[in-house]
Every structure is written in C-alpha cells, then in structure tokens.
C-alpha cells in the first residue's frame, strides 16, 4: 500500500521535569528539565503513523520542518504542561505540486494544519487528482473540501464549518469528539473510556489508521472502528506518540 501525505511539518519537543521552587523575581514556578523528547510533528507525524501500521508511506512536506520547532514543558509525575513555546511558526513556505504522478499512490492523506501550506486551489487539486483523498484540515470547510472521500474534523471546527456544509459535504464527514468516540453519517462510532495522558497528535493517529484500514477492507465501519481504536491508545502515552 503506497500512501502519499501532503501537508505541513514541525519538530515536536517535550521535556519532562519537575518544580519545587518559585522564581525569585516573578511568581512563576522554576522548571527542571529531566528528560527531553523529540520526533517530527503534524504531517511527519502522520507518515510515522502510517508507516507504523504496515504501509508505504511518501511525504510531500516544507523542507525547512526541523526550524519549525513547538516546544513543552511537562511535569513528569502529572503530565501537566507548564508552556508550550512555539518557533518560526509563520515560516512554512508553500507547496509545490507540480510533477506528482499521483497514480502511483494508493491513497493520499492531506495534513492541513492552515499554516499557508496548502491553498484551497492547492487542496482541491488534490481532491480532483486522485480517487481516494483523505482530508484532515483546520480551515473552515467549503466548495472545495467536497470531493474528498473522507473529511475528517473536531467537533470544535465542525461548529465553525456548519455553515458551509451541504449534503454532499455531509456525506463523506467524520467529526471526532474526544471521549464520545466519532459521528459519521449520523452514527456514533464509540470508544472505551480510558486515562488521558496526552491527545498531542491522536488526529493524526485516527486519519492514518483511517486511510490504512480502508485500503485493506474498502470498508468505511471498520475503518472508523480502527481509527478510533488506535487514537485511543495513543492519548494513553505521553507526548506525540505512534500505534
């Protein structure tokens, strides 16, 4: 199964510590770094995750993904974040599509994180040019989303993009909701209740799990099923995790 994934990249940092003692110039607590963790984000998490679950994965992301870099500051013992401190967030370039024979791929799953990336010309393109296109976006939705075999957004981008959802668009719709598990074509897809350490990267987790089991069955139940069942046992993990 050969799946390529457009979208932009970012290098994920986690360090772990503790605190046990305020600054002494401002009532913010002074952070000791006891491990630090680090692994590709967004799109580059998404081909780890596919590859992780047996396919072939080619990625087609900004060159520059390792200057891009968001940082946490975790407690150890709670899993607590203290800061997230975000660098060159603004500096994804864009994308060249041009010279991608997208019939040698599979599938393509599009990691829209709207950071100027991809444009809605580019993403239609996308959607036009290959058969079975799997969307995970952060823009609102519109005319050009509605070609995708599969859309998948949060339940808080679905409020911002009802407005613009048709029928048609409704149909090809999975809305993730955390605990509830995900609605698709007015049926919920449960999970099991479990600890949430971390849900950094599980949509990521649930599009690639989405894309690979429906290349091996065709079928969109047990898709949404497996989808869910390996985002669920990535929030149990700390940090950006992979099945």
Not at 34 to 46: I, P, Q
Not at 138 to 151: A, E, M, Q, R
Not at 208 to 222: I, M
Not at 224 to 230: D, F, L
């Amino acid at each position: 199964m050969n799946v390529l994934i457009i979208g932009e990249s970012c290098k994920d940092v986690f360090h772990y510590g503790d605190t046990d003692r305020l600054c002494p110039e401002a009532p913010v607590p002074v952070f000791n770094s006891l491990e630090s963790v680090e692994n590709g984000g967004m799109a580059r998490n998404v081909f780890s995750n596919v590859k992780a679950m047996g396919a072939e994965p080619t990625l087609k992301t900004n060159t520059n993904w390792e200057l891009i870099v968001k940082t946490r500051f975790v407690d150890k013992r709670t899993n607590h974040m203290f800061l997230r401190l975000d660098e060159n967030d603004v500096g994804y370039g864009t994308a060249d599509l041009s010279g991608i024979d997208f019939s040698e791929y599979d599938a393509v799953i599009v990691s829209d994180y709207n950071k100027g990336f991809l444009s809605e010309e580019d993403l239609q393109h996308i959607a036009q040019a290959h058969p079975l296109t799997f969307l995970d976006t952060k823009k609102i939705l519109g005319p050009w989303s509605t070609n995708y075999s599969f859309v998948k957004i949060n339940n808080v981008e679905y409020k911002k993009s009802q407005h613009t959802i048709d029928d048609k668009a409704r149909e090809n719709l999975i809305i993730t909701q955390g605990p509830k598990g995900c609605l698709y074509r007015d049926e919920l897809y449960t999970v099991p209740l479990v600890e949430v350490k971390d849900t950094s990267g599980a949509g990521d987790t649930f599009i690639s799990g989405l894309c690979v089991k429906y290349l091996t069955t065709g079928n969109p139940a047990e898709a949404i099923h497996y989808a869910n069942q390996c985002a669920t046992e990535v929030v149990q993990k700390k940090g950006v995790a992979i099945v």
